[in-house]
């Protein structure tokens, strides 16, 4: 069985990002993957140091800090697909997302040490999923941008985005058109792997 993991940087459970991302798993799950969600707001999760440590040991994560970084570590390298999904805030992830990913292009990527090393996760897909308050042209397209050059550089394969809009508190977020698109980007994805 396929295994996804999920990294969902949502401080809410019950909100908008949740929300999208729920057909979008329930999807995946019916095409025979199993899909596993890590809530990054339930972790403690430290920013990089860049003190390098991780370099000098190209086969394990090898961050000295002691936290929950690993376990995210060990389910990314595990996973057949990485999907992260985050709420956008002043144009790109939320802070629990931002310091997970600073802490994988190191520890996933040996590139920095006093030799250029391999990337641990070279060829895995990634699939984004984002929720913003303005259009998605306008408040997602940074945060895509910034995964595609992350992409890139990790060597990873970037699969697309799906982003909807929240037009305000005063209105409902999840419609049946938002759960059509996301099961949809669920079989698009599916199919690309």
């Known amino acids: 069985m396929k295994k996804a993991c ?13 929300a999208l991302t729920a057909p979008f798993a329930a999807e995946l799950e019916q095409l025979g993957w199993s899909c596993r969600t890590v809530w990054l707001y339930d972790l403690e999760v430290r920013p990089c140091r860049a003190c390098r440590v991780c370099q000098q040991d190209w086969t394990v994560f ?22 992260l999904a985050t709420p956008i805030y002043s144009w790109y992830c939320t802070p629990p997302m931002k310091e997970v990913l600073d802490r994988l292009v190191y520890g996933m990527n040996k590139y920095y040490g006093r030799e250029k090393g391999p990337s641990l996760w070279e060829g895995k897909p990634v699939a984004l999923i984002a929720t913003c308050g303005y259009p998605v042209e306008k408040g997602a397209d940074l945060w895509e941008a910034g995964m595609q050059r992350y992409c890139k550089h990790s060597r990873l394969r970037l699969l697309g985005m799906l ?27 599916n199919e690309s792997i």
């Open 6 to 18: 999920i990294l969902l940087a949502s401080p809410r459970k019950q909100g908008n990002t949740a």
């Open 62 to 83: 090898g961050c000295p800090q002691e936290d929950d970084m690993q376990e995210i570590f060990d389910s990314v390298l595990a996973c057949d697909l990485l999907v």
């Open 163 to 189: 982003a909807q809009r929240h037009r305000g508190y005063d209105t409902v977020f999840m419609d049946p058109e938002k759960a059509r698109l996301a099961a949809e980007f669920a079989r698009k994805v």
